[in-house]
Every structure is written in C-alpha cells, then in structure tokens.
C-alpha cells in the first residue's frame, strides 16, 4: 500500500534525471529523456521531475511509472484507430519507440470551457469574445460548462525556449503546416481517440476535461499517433461527482498548479518549495487517475530508479535492431 508517508519518504529520492554516457543522440526535455539508437529507434526516458509554468517545480514519486505505463495502456486501446510509435517498455520508466518525425502542429481537444490562463477559452469568452480560435460560443456559458461538442484547438509545435503559438483549424491548412487531408484525418482521429477516452474515464468515475494529441510520420510515410496520451500531465480530469462545481476536484498536475496560484505564484520569479503533503497528494492522485482508467493495480518499480533504469537503457546500445 503506497500511503502519503511512504510517498512523502520517497521524495528525497524521485528519479529526477539520467546521467548516460550516450554515444548518440540525447535530448533532454522538462519530464522526459530522448535517446536515439542508431536503427531507427528510440528510448524515451520518463521521469518524476514535475513541470508547470514552463520550468521544473518537484519530482513526484513513480509519476514517470504512471506516464509510461498509462500511455501504453491507451496506445493499445487506440491501436485500432490509428497505428502509434510504441515497441515494447524494457523498465517502468522506459519505452522503445519507433523513430519518427512530428508534426509540426499539436493538438488539443477541449470538452469543456474552462482555465485560468490569458489564453484559456473561459478567460477570453469571459472578457466578452464569442468568436474564439475560429469557433462560435453561445451566449450564457458560465465557467467549466461542457461544451456541445468538442472542439479542436491547434498550436505550434514550439521548439525549447519557446511558446507554442495558438492557431485555428483553417491557418493550419492556409500557412502550409499540413496539406487538408492529413488535416482533416488528424482531426477525425483527435475526436474519435477523446471520445473513447471520456468514456472510459467516465465509467472509471473521472471527467475527461481537455487533452494533448501529438501525431508523427514514419519514416515510410504512417501516420503515428506519439507522445504521451490520456496522462495527467497531458489531459485534465476531473472527479466525475465534481464537475459542475465552481472548483472541480483536480485529478491532474492542475491540482499542483492551483497550490502555486493560492500562494500567487505564477511562473515569475522564484517558486515556492512544494511542501511535501501536496507532493505526495499529487502523486496519490496519479497512482489513482491510473487505476481508475486502466483497472489494474499500480505495481511500483524500486527506487532509487536511475540504476535500473540505467541498465535497462545501456543494454540497447548493441542491440540488434
């Protein structure tokens, strides 16, 4: 039983990064390690570090475990739709992955009309907007109404140190990012994948509020789905029973974010130390979000992590492809 004071004993130790003496390709991002294998593959190394406002604010305990294994478990729930870039996860923290190429433009599909951000669809129709990133809204919203369906709100796949540009559905077409119809299949698929996923969050007793797809081409052409998919650190879920509350109950990294924003920190300056309680109260909120969607029992790895996962990334440097 992972309890609050286990989680919180666990915080000193959170697999933060990898020190690799990589003889190839290795980029590092926020939460992430990529490692490129020299046969068109590649590790992709998840780790407990926690990004919020665009720089690293804690590490949870096993949050590289719950990423890694619950994007796995909707790569194989989606695989019927679209085929993704997933091979096998040698260790918890680890997968191997099919090398592609992204797309220059990330997805996100919103069901609901909420946030807090100057771009936030409640902020702007708040301020008065009704045509907003392309789509009409109805008078009479109030904060985190479900919207009639979903809607599509595309953006620039920034490069590191830079913000991700907010688009509509047509610039993405008249700026030559993608030709109409692998537009037109990606927002098909976004659609159809945020379905699903509201509906098994649903019977899991979560409100799939908002996600992130990112898609990827192969080096033969497919059309992957990539990235990370369904996670509390790319989607927004609330507690199903809270969702026409003022303040839903965060089941996501917004639940860590909203503790900087009682504090009034909003990405200027120095954070705030997280305390430990909401460290391991966001970490107990992971572990649950993925047993509730999955209906499997979190089986955490050992820590420290980086050794074994140290291993298990070494060993695919002489690997056969």
């Known amino acids: 039983m992972l309890t609050r004071e286990t989680l919180e004993a666990l915080i000193p130790q959170a697999f933060r990064s990898l020190d690799l003496n990589w003889p190839h390709e ?7 390690e990529s490692l490129a294998l020299p046969n068109r593959r590649r590790l992709l190394v998840t780790t407990d570090r926690l990004s919020a406002f665009d720089v690293i604010l804690a590490a949870l305990p096993y949050k ?4 890694n294994q619950l994007s796995a478990f909707w790569f194989e729930e989606t695989a019927q739709l679209i085929p993704n870039h997933l091979l096998e996860l040698p260790d918890p923290n680890v997968s191997l992955v099919r090398d592609c190429t992204p797309l220059p433009v990330e997805v996100i599909v919103r069901g609901y009309i909420t946030g807090s951000t100057k771009t936030a669809l409640w902020t702007l129709y708040d301020a008065g907007n009704r045509e907003i990133y392309g789509y009409s809204f109805p008078e009479g919203l109030s904060k985190n109404d479900p919207l009639p369906e979903p809607i599509i709100t595309p953006t620039t796949k920034a490069g590191p140190g830079e913000h991700d540009e907010r688009l509509t559905c047509a610039e993405v077409v008249e700026r030559g990012l993608l030709d109409r119809s ?5 927002q098909s698929v976004a659609l159809t994948i945020f379905r699903r996923g509201q ?3 649903q019977a899991a007793g979560f409100c799939l509020v908002d996600t992130k797809y990112e898609f990827g081409r192969a080096p033969d052409g497919t059309l992957m789905l990539i990235d990370e998919v369904h996670t509390p650190d790319s989607s927004r879920y609330w507690k199903a029973e809270t969702q026409g509350d003022p303040q839903p109950d965060q ?4 639940y860590v974010r909203l503790w900087y924003a009682e504090q009034g920190y909003r990405g200027d300056g120095p954070a705030p130390t997280l305390p430990s309680h909401v460290i391991a109260e966001a970490a107990r909120r992971y572990i649950a979000l993925y047993e509730g969607l999955t209906g499997q029992t979190f089986e955490p790895g050992s ?4 050794p074994r996962v140290g291993a298990a990334v070494r060993s695919y440097i002489a690997a056969p492809a």
């Not at 692998?182 to 990606?186: G, K, Q, R, S, Y």
């Not at 820590?303 to 980086?306: H, I, L, S, V």
Request: proline content about 4%; hydrophobic content about 35%; cysteine-free.
């Open 26 to 32: 290795h980029q590092q991002g926020k939460v992430r």
């Open 303 to 306: 820590y420290p992590a980086e």
């Open 251 to 254: 089941w996501d990294k917004e």
């Open 199 to 201: 509906a098994v969050a």
């Open 64 to 67: 590289g475990q719950v990423l």
């Open 182 to 186: 692998t537009w037109e299949t990606v």
